[in-house]
């Protein structure tokens, strides 16, 4: 998972993969990573946090919520 080392929209999606002792690798963002990520056509609506999962890149908390969630 893709988001700055910061509390936020993001850590409802940490703490449900705590919960679930899923391990998963949370990589921290700064400014020029999510320009970097932007440019690069990673960030589908140009927002933090992304699900990086099989090589495919899911966007927007609530949605990847809801999708670990299944």
């Known amino acids: 998972m893709y988001y700055f080392d910061i509390y936020g929209r993001g850590e409802m999606i940490r703490m449900l993969f705590d919960y679930a002792g899923v391990d998963y690798e949370d990589i921290p963002v700064d400014r020029n990573m999510q320009l970097q990520m932007k440019e690069e056509g990673l960030l589908e609506f140009g927002q933090l946090p992304v699900l990086e999962y099989k090589g495919k ?14």
């Open 57 to 70: 890149f899911y966007s927007q908390s609530m949605s990847i919520l809801r999708y670990l969630g299944r």
